[in-house]
């Protein structure tokens, strides 16, 4: 066992006497030491149930032979951070959690983790941690949350009745009484925000890698099925040791293309490529951003899920699951080792009955395309994304005009003062990976536009990136960005760009000798954030269409 690195021989006696130290018997050195890295704060309510999950996980770990150290990760809630200086640290903490991990299971030479998370950047950078690592790892995601409940049975949902409410109150759609009932039912407790915002789509997607057991990715965080999860996850650990199943024999070419695949059929987060895209690169696979493209065109989205569509979490869990959504892809699907000892296909084959009003088959889908879609042009030559499953009809073409702000803060203040008219492309630049820097969320923007009924006469583009509670024409991870003297920073006010979704164009209408001539002039901007740890992050940050990971 790697832990017999600091438990055997002579010259390790002071390393017995310090773990003795903690508490550890004599008769537990023979044991595999599995360490069990949890996010739980008071501070996000997607982890404030970790404890009693701990628990869990402590005594499967027992259970199954083992031994278990727990240690703690730090997690931010992007809700909580979205639109202010916060949310300049979201995406960063991503490189931080995966570098923790490895930092300490290879300090104390643990022979496996089990890794407790829930939340957006918390889930994949554990996973970019596993991959790295590549010593037995489990996943557990703590949970969705409960909808919200109101009158005549109205379900509430995070982001529709917190941000879009914000603005609908401001347009006067709702009043005071209305904005308060929102606040007070919008997040009822404990687990991730209820609809497939990023972090559902990524504990979804964990599970579809094949990176922790079946159900883990839907099952509500109040379920008594989430604490038997918990309690097998760690017997399987111990089990994944004994018998050296690794991550990087799991997180195969296959197991990514399976993973965008259920992504694309549910229309999640668009932040999703970000991170699949940085954990292939940790596992050693090859997976460049036209991949999500290429699979967008052949695999049909098969479910309307919150904030786009009508079902919530826990809709999606009762209708199957992780396990409906790869039944009903079929043959799309690719063999491929999972952490509970079945393949994908066994495990797909395994459910008897899903429920087709909300997991659809791919001869009835919701859209003939997956919900992501990866353009390319004038504006973007390296690629941007966009969430299509969220656009409608009347906008997957738009021409409009362009109305530049060099940071979130003015755009808002742009859109919430009514200085936004239809016909306008918002555009929010220096906000990528360098520029934010941090790339930060623009939830509040595009929530705003879909409140004060913007949402099919204006779009937005930027080189930052957007909640998985987007919905709408939101164009984001616009590469290169224009802290590296991308297009976009050569877009002026009135400037005619045109968003081609069918087509996967995004054009900026102006001709070459003027953008010549601009960029001939253009200097880059000062930084934002001078000091700290986030003023060395965009000194070595990568661009979004790699993955916006650390080098």
Same mark, same amino acid.
């Given at each position: 066992?790697?832990?017999?690195?600091?438990?055997? @021989?002579?010259?390790?006696?002071?390393?017995?006497?310090?773990?003795?130290?903690?508490?550890?018997?004599?008769?537990?050195?023979?044991?595999?030491?599995? @360490?069990?890295?949890?996010? =739980?704060?008071?501070?996000?309510?997607?982890?404030?149930?970790?404890?009693?999950?701990?628990?869990?996980?402590?005594?499967?770990?027992?259970?199954?032979?083992? $031994?278990? =150290?727990?240690?703690?990760?730090?997690?931010?809630?992007?809700?909580?951070?979205?639109?202010?200086?916060?949310?300049? $640290?979201?995406?960063? &903490?991503?490189?931080?959690?995966?570098?923790?991990?490895?930092?300490?299971?290879?300090?104390?030479?643990?022979?496996?983790? !089990?890794?407790?998370?829930?939340? /957006?950047?918390?889930?994949?950078?554990?996973?970019?941690?596993?991959?790295?690592?590549?010593?037995?790892?489990?996943?557990? +995601?703590?949970?969705?949350?409960?909808?919200?409940?109101?009158? @005549?049975?109205?379900?509430?949902?995070?982001?529709?009745?917190? =941000?879009?409410?914000?603005?609908?109150?401001?347009?006067?759609?709702?009043?005071?009484?209305?904005?308060?009932?929102?606040?007070?039912? *919008?997040?009822?407790?404990?687990?991730?925000?209820?609809?497939?915002?990023?972090?559902?789509?990524?504990?979804?997607?964990?599970?579809?890698?094949?990176?922790?057991?079946?159900?883990?990715?839907?099952?509500?965080? !109040?379920?008594?099925?989430?604490?038997?999860?918990?309690?097998?996850?760690?017997?399987?650990?111990?089990?994944?040791?004994?018998?050296?199943? &690794?991550?990087?024999?799991?997180?195969?070419?296959?197991?990514?293309?399976?993973?965008?695949?259920?992504?694309?059929?549910?229309?999640?987060?668009?932040?999703?490529?970000?991170?699949?895209?940085?954990?292939?690169?940790?596992?050693?696979?090859?997976?460049?951003?036209?991949?999500?493209?290429?699979?967008?065109?052949?695999?049909?989205?098969?479910?309307?899920?919150?904030?786009?569509?009508?079902?919530?979490?826990?809709?999606?869990?009762?209708?199957?699951?992780?396990?409906?959504?790869?039944?009903?892809?079929?043959?799309?699907?690719?063999?491929?080792?999972?952490?509970?000892?079945?393949?994908?296909?066994?495990?797909?084959?395994?459910?008897?009955?899903?429920?087709?009003?909300?997991?659809?088959?791919?001869?009835?889908?919701?859209?003939?395309?997956?919900?992501?879609? !990866?353009?390319?042009?004038?504006?973007?030559?390296? #690629? *941007? !994304?966009?969430?299509?499953?969220?656009?409608?009809?009347?906008?997957?073409?738009?021409?409009? +005009?362009?109305?530049?702000?060099?940071?979130?803060?003015?755009?808002?203040?742009?859109?919430?003062?009514?200085?936004?008219?239809?016909?306008?492309?918002?555009?929010?630049?220096?906000?990528?990976?360098? #520029?934010?820097? @941090?790339?930060?969320?623009?939830?509040?923007?595009?929530?705003?536009?879909?409140?004060?009924?913007?949402?099919?006469?204006?779009?937005?583009?930027?080189?930052?990136? =957007?909640?998985? #509670? +987007?919905?709408?024409?939101?164009?984001?991870?616009?590469?290169?960005?224009?802290? /590296?003297?991308?297009?976009?920073?050569?877009?002026?006010?009135?400037?005619?760009?045109?968003?081609?979704?069918?087509?996967?164009?995004?054009?900026?209408?102006?001709?070459?000798?003027?953008?010549?001539?601009?960029?001939?002039?253009?200097?880059?901007?000062?930084?934002?954030?001078?000091?700290?740890?986030?003023?060395?992050?965009?000194?070595?940050? &990568?661009?979004?269409? +790699?993955?916006?990971?650390?080098?």
């Amino acid at each position: 066992m790697r832990s017999d690195m600091i438990k055997k @021989g002579l010259e390790r006696t002071p390393h017995r006497a310090l773990i003795k130290g903690t508490g550890v018997p004599q008769s537990e050195f023979e044991k595999p030491f599995i @360490g069990v890295a949890t996010s =739980f704060t008071d501070l996000i309510p997607g982890h404030v149930g970790m404890r009693d999950l701990e628990r869990f996980i402590e005594k499967g770990v027992h259970s199954g032979g083992g $031994y278990s =150290f727990f240690f703690g990760i730090p997690g931010v809630c992007d809700g909580i951070a979205m639109g202010h200086k916060g949310m300049h $640290y979201s995406l960063p &903490t991503r490189e931080l959690i995966a570098d923790m991990v490895e930092s300490i299971a290879e300090a104390h030479r643990l022979d496996g983790l !089990v890794l407790l998370t829930n939340c /957006d950047k918390i889930t994949p950078g554990m996973l970019m941690a596993a991959a790295r690592l590549d010593i037995p790892c489990i996943v557990v +995601t703590a949970g969705p949350m409960l909808s919200g409940r109101g009158e @005549g049975g109205r379900k509430y949902s995070f982001v529709t009745d917190t =941000f879009e409410a914000m603005a609908r109150y401001k347009a006067g759609v709702i009043d005071a009484k209305e904005l308060q009932v929102c606040e007070d039912n *919008a997040c009822p407790g404990m687990g991730s925000c209820q609809g497939l915002f990023t972090a559902n789509t990524m504990a979804i997607l964990t599970e579809t890698l094949g990176m922790s057991l079946p159900r883990c990715g839907t099952a509500l965080a !109040v379920s008594a099925l989430k604490r038997r999860i918990a309690f097998a996850s760690g017997e399987k650990i111990v089990e994944l040791v004994k018998n050296n199943i &690794t991550p990087r024999q799991i997180l195969t070419r296959a197991a990514f293309e399976n993973a965008i695949r259920v992504d694309l059929a549910l229309g999640g987060s668009s932040n999703t490529v970000l991170h699949l895209l940085a954990i292939a690169r940790d596992a050693g696979v090859d997976l460049p951003l036209e991949t999500f493209d290429v699979l967008a065109k052949e695999t049909p989205q098969l479910a309307s899920m919150n904030p786009a569509g009508e079902h919530f979490m826990e809709d999606l869990d009762a209708a199957g699951g992780v396990a409906g959504v790869l039944k009903q892809l079929g043959d799309k699907i690719r063999d491929n080792p999972t952490v509970l000892g079945l393949s994908t296909l066994q495990i797909a084959s395994s459910i008897a009955n899903v429920d087709e009003t909300v997991i659809r088959p791919t001869t009835n889908p919701v859209k003939k395309e997956g919900g992501i879609a !990866v353009l390319f042009g004038s504006i973007a030559p390296k #690629g *941007a !994304v966009v969430k299509q499953s969220g656009v409608s009809p009347a906008m997957m073409r738009f021409e409009g +005009t362009a109305r530049c702000f060099d940071a979130e803060e003015l755009a808002m203040a742009a859109i919430m003062e009514g200085r936004i008219k239809s016909g306008d492309v918002v555009v929010i630049r220096y906000e990528g990976p360098k #520029g934010g820097p @941090g790339m930060r969320e623009m939830l509040a923007p595009t929530a705003a536009i879909m409140g004060m009924g913007l949402g099919d006469s204006v779009a937005l583009i930027t080189d930052g990136r =957007f909640s998985g #509670g +987007t919905r709408g024409p939101c164009i984001g991870h616009i590469s290169p960005e224009a802290a /590296d003297g991308g297009p976009i920073a050569l877009v002026e006010d009135g400037d005619r760009i045109l968003l081609d979704i069918p087509n996967r164009k995004l054009d900026l209408l102006v001709d070459e000798s003027v953008l010549a001539a601009r960029r001939a002039n253009w200097q880059a901007p000062e930084p934002k954030i001078k000091g700290g740890w986030l003023a060395r992050y965009a000194k070595v940050v &990568t661009s979004a269409h +790699t993955g916006a990971i650390t080098e």
